[in-house]
């Protein structure tokens, strides 16, 4: 991958992932509410809806970037060595390292966020200030393997569906598809692979979330799997999952069209 391509892969994730994020921030917000422990209401209700956009508005560039940037140069070095038919399985790892890589950024900006989206009451700095003094820098990494093993399944739905959607629809037109076609594409497979993993992004808030020191912010995502299953059972696992659908939709249609479009007027 040219370096030309690897800035355009980067400017053009991070702009995306800025757009997608402040836009779609008040779903977001709702859907957090809806999984934390203490239920919708007492979390905040439709109060404060903006709660932790700052940790938003500070992260989501870095993180859009650092996963296309990711992507875009593994699913490059794969492709050398690839037949047509292991191009699924290309961008399913692409997508994966980009997760990985890009968790590293997501996760302390995630944990103050949904901190604050269960706390109006509280700003992003005086979360952020307590959980450095109470937990130290691993607080802000509490979530880490949660949320990695939220986003991987993810990505192995999303991504390969998004390429497979997009070369679709250009052989049947006859040539690329256009960015609002990517996007559409996008919207597609985001909600779809939301469905599907909102019992990870279920475990994940609720490991985000908990007391620490408790049992659930060790981080097993199978003890808080089923702890979630034994009190609340099936609607407890898809908590959250019409406004998860609905954000990562909307989000996949702006993020992933934003991102070609973008790309396309950077190179």
């Known amino acids: 991958m040219e370096p030309r391509e690897s800035w355009a892969a980067l400017a053009a994730g991070g702009i995306a992932g800025v757009f997608v994020d402040l836009i779609l921030f008040p779903l977001d917000t709702v859907k957090t509410r809806l999984q934390s422990p203490q239920g919708f209401r007492k979390a905040g209700g439709f109060r404060g809806i903006y709660a932790g956009v700052p940790s938003t508005a500070i ?17 490059s070095v794969l492709h050398h060595d690839s037949t047509s038919y292991l191009t699924p399985v290309t961008h399913m790892v692409a997508a994966s390292f980009g997760e990985v890589v890009a968790c590293l950024i997501r996760v302390p900006s995630e944990v103050v966020k949904q901190r604050a989206q269960v706390s109006p009451s509280a700003g992003t700095f005086r979360i952020l200030s307590h959980t450095l003094y109470h937990e130290g820098i691993q607080g802000l990494y509490r979530g880490y393997k949660s949320t990695v093993l939220r986003e991987i399944p993810f990505s192995l ?3 390969p569906l998004w390429e497979f959607l997009k070369d679709l629809w250009s052989w049947k037109q006859g040539h690329v598809v256009d960015s609002w076609q990517s996007a559409v ?3 597609f497979a ?11 992004d279920v475990a994940k808030t609720r490991i985000m979330l908990a007391k620490a020191g408790s049992t659930t912010a060790s981080g ?34 702006i ?13």
Do not use: D, H
């Not at 702890?227 to 099936?234: A, D, K, V, Y």
């Not at 993020?255 to 950077?266: D, M, N, P």
């Open 59 to 75: 992260g989501s560039f870095p993180n859009a970037a650092a996963f296309f940037i990711t992507y875009e140069n593994v699913k």
């Open 157 to 159: 739905v999303q991504f």
């Open 185 to 187: 594409c996008g919207a």
């Open 190 to 200: 985001g909600g779809f692979a939301a469905a599907v993993t909102t019992p990870l």
């Open 220 to 253: 097993n995502v199978l003890a808080a799997l089923g702890g979630i299953w034994r009190t609340q059972g099936l609607p407890g696992l898809f908590a959250g999952v019409v406004p998860r659908m609905a954000a990562i939709s909307l989000g996949g249609f």
């Open 255 to 267: 993020f992933l069209g934003t991102y070609e479009k973008t790309r396309q007027l950077l190179l």
